[in-house]
């Protein structure tokens, strides 16, 4: 595997951790880091568009990392952030049944979903194109 391949698969992997990270907090416990990140940088914004922006944001910059591994690795990488994206979107919202204080929401799970879509696409318009032969 060649050093830009691992680094690739290690930012996803790293990312992935840091989002199930994230779902696994208490609901108390989730709810203080938005409040902290609110007074932190100063964003005056409801607590509800604060998470609504997380869920996005995550799942963006998620897709991102998983286009650029799958870029290294597979002939169609958009096949493959899309595929498995979509699996991870819903799995991190059904994960939230067993946390205290959590659960899944369909909202949440679209907004999972339009990161991921919206980084893909973005990586497939931007993304130089693979030489097939």
């Known amino acids: 595997m060649t050093l830009k ?8 992997i790293l990312w992935l951790m840091f989002v199930i990270f994230l779902s ?3 609901g108390n416990d989730s709810g ?5 990140l609110a007074e932190r940088f100063d964003i005056h914004v ?18 991102i990392f998983m286009y650029g591994a799958a ?3 597979y002939d169609s990488p958009r096949g ?6 979509f699996v991870i979107a819903v799995a991190d919202e ?5 946390i205290p204080g959590r659960c899944p929401e369909i909202v949440d799970i679209a907004l999972n979903l ?3 879509i919206t980084g893909a696409i973005l990586c497939a318009i931007f993304a130089p194109k693979k030489n097939r032969p």
Do not use: D, N, P
């Open 5 to 12: 391949k691992t680094f690739s698969w290690t930012l996803f």
């Open 71 to 73: 870029y290294s690795s």
């Open 32 to 36: 203080k880091l938005s409040l902290w």
């Open 80 to 85: 493959f952030t899309t595929i498995i994206g």
């Open 114 to 116: 339009a990161g991921i």
């Open 46 to 63: 409801t607590q509800t568009a604060l998470r609504e922006f997380a869920h996005f944001g995550t799942h963006f910059v998620l897709a």
């Open 24 to 26: 696994c907090q208490s």
């Open 94 to 98: 059904l994960l939230q049944f067993f």
